[in-house]
């Protein structure tokens, strides 16, 4: 019978440091999608809140408290990363922790490399501390959250892991290239 590793989506592809920028895996214990039925919304914030402590973000937003994240995914679903609210009444709850990789881009020239990589406005009076986006991440899905001013998350379905590792080291090269012929 075969014995079974257990890797992180990242492993061996992550940390990345070239310039001032530096990419890092971030492992969430528990991510989770929470979709409310039509009409639940409200009943399903209210629940998701007593049960790990936020409520349901705002379109385009991120709501942390402590080590648990409720991050907007889409037009009625979020993920919940963190703690698991177990089943919520008026809404579809499932397991996300194994379909994706999650990592961190930080540094003063995060936003330049992001820039050549994610087709969004990521000036900071647009996408701003606390903003969240469904995006494209080179040629893959991405969901893209600004968690500080030079700190961005960056979350792509595991079987990409490889794909997103390549192009962020593209970027963050020609971004430090360039930064050192000036």
Known sequence: MAELIARSAFQGLLPLRFGNVEAVEVMAATITSVSPFRGQET???????????????????????????AIWTGMGQCFVLGA??????????????????????????????????????LRPDVFAVGH???????????????????????????????????ELEGAMRKVAARERLQ
């Open 132 to 166: 969240a986006a469904r995006t494209l991440f080179g040629h893959m899905a991405c969901v893209l959250t600004r968690e500080a001013g030079d700190r961005y998350g960056i979350m792509v379905f595991r079987s990409m892991a490889g794909s997103a590792a390549h």
């Open 84 to 121: 698991d609210p177990g089943p919520l009444p008026g809404a579809a709850v499932t397991d996300q922790t194994d379909a994706w990789g999650a990592l961190a881009i930080e540094g003063t020239d995060a936003r330049a490399v992001l820039a050549r990589l994610v087709p969004i406005d």
């Open 43 to 69: 009943k399903v914030s209210k629940a998701l809140e007593k049960a790990v402590g936020v409520p349901f973000p705002d379109a385009g937003r991120v709501i942390a408290r402590d080590d648990v994240r």
